[in-house]
């Protein structure tokens, strides 16, 4: 699965805390380093915070967190990893939506509920061609962004501010059950093939990789896949997820929200690295060369991508579920992979002693996709496909609450006020 907003391969400072200050305490003057002068102050009162938020709590959620010490990530009150080992995607977007797991009717209902949804809106559908043209080198993730806002003006989304709460999950079902559908027709028509219409009979993975292929997948890549999926619904406030509550915040539509949080994902430090991960492997090559080729990353600081996550202090959860179903598959590709996660340690270990830094989720859910028979440019819209369901709960989560997201920033340049030259 795409990065959480991480570094790969690269060693994380500890998250400063954040100041304990109130709304209406004195100003702070210094970067959290104390690497810049004091300016002084400017407006209401500001607390300085780490670089990049890293460690700051900025709200309070029920929908999940990350507990990186101990390698242990929740959604609601039940581990995730357990979920995507017991439950359907379907169950476990319920729970993200209504905060519990479904009884037998109420699977049903959900289920047939996002079946109906998947089926697109005739003006978005005679789109996608033109949209799927258009984004021909950048991908159906560059054409999710044009498809969703279009989508959403379509089925006429209002502000979430002007609408109730049955009304706000009613959008973020019609949105998550249509980007799956978005995205397959949208890399079929830049393939040159025609769109796969979705079946209402089968079930959200199932639907997704027929939709993909044209053929109804078999079970054992169905169930790997769904567990993939499940395992990237939500993880605590990475870019995207934020992305998405700030726009929430301002009481923007729901597509508003979510074309910010693939806006946000499309950058590759955030949602490239399952492809990227398997090109590390690509570029390595055989067994022999893996020593030389990671020492040689290593001592000249570049990226071996799959390693290394700004929260997990342990092995990632994920990495762990995926190198199972990994190995369940086997064959040279999984092997390789082990081997290569070993030494990648290892030699780590060696260079950089006291650091932890292990497989994060990328580098087994490009294996597990690839044996999937995934083509490696929807890796991550397959996340995408997946994590629409987090960043919608978390949008419905602050719709809820009316204060807008408005931080502040420290102004480092020439001292103002100069005087303006004469023309």
């Known amino acids: 699965m795409p990065t959480e907003t991480h570094s790969p391969a690269q060693p994380h400072s500890p998250a400063q805390p954040h100041s304990p200050a109130g709304p209406h305490s004195p100003t702070e003057t210094r970067d959290p380093a104390g690497t810049r002068g004091p300016a002084e102050p400017r407006g209401a009162a500001t607390t300085a915070v780490p670089r990049g938020l890293a460690g700051v709590v900025v709200t309070d959620t029920a929908l999940g967190d990350v507990r990186g010490t101990e390698g242990f990530y929740h959604y609601r009150q039940y581990s995730a990893i357990e979920l ?143 567990r993939y999926l499940i395992s990237t619904v939500d993880h605590g406030f990475n870019a995207s997820t934020f992305t998405a509550r700030v726009v929430a915040s301002t009481g923007a539509d729901m597509a508003a929200c979510l074309v910010a949080a693939v806006g946000a994902l499309s950058g590759p430090l955030h949602g490239g690295a399952p492809s990227r991960a398997l090109d590390t492997l690509d570029a390595i090559g055989t067994p022999d060369r893996i020593d030389g080729w990671i020492r040689e990353q290593v001592l000249s600081g570049g990226r071996i991508m799959g390693f290394g996550h700004p929260v997990y202090r342990t092995e990632d959860p994920r990495s762990r579920m995926l190198r199972g179903i990994a190995q369940d598959f086997g064959g040279p590709l999984v092997d390789f992979a082990v081997e290569v996660e070993r030494q990648v340690e290892a030699i780590l270990a060696e260079l950089k002693p006291g650091r932890e830094l292990h497989t994060n989720v990328e580098f087994y859910a490009g294996v597990v996709m690839e044996l999937c028979g995934l083509p490696r440019a929807m890796f991550t819209p397959t996340f995408c496909a997946a994590r629409v369901v987090g960043w919608s709960a978390n949008i419905l989560e602050q719709a809820a609450d009316s204060k807008i997201i408005r931080p502040a920033a420290r102004y480092v340049g020439t001292p103002p006020p100069q005087p303006v030259p004469a023309p």
């Open 84 to 226: 995507a080992e017991t439950r359907s995607f379907e169950d476990v977007s319920y729970l993200m939506f209504h905060g519990e797991l479904p009884d037998a009717p109420a699977r049903a209902a959900f289920a047939a509920r996002l079946a109906e949804l998947r089926h697109l809106p005739d003006e978005v559908r005679a789109a996608l061609p033109a949209i799927a043209r258009a984004g021909a080198v950048s991908g159906p993730l560059a054409g999710l962004r044009t498809a969703l806002s279009l989508l959403g003006a379509s089925a006429g989304y209002r502000p979430l501010y002007d609408i109730e709460p049955g009304r706000r999950r009613e959008d973020a079902l019609a949105v998550c059950a249509a980007v799956p559908t978005l995205l397959t027709a949208l890399h079929r028509l830049g393939e040159g093939l025609d769109p796969v219409e979705p079946r209402d009979d089968l079930p959200h993975a199932a639907n997704y990789l027929y939709m993909l292929t044209g053929e109804v997948p078999d079970p054992v890549r169905t169930r790997a896949v769904e």
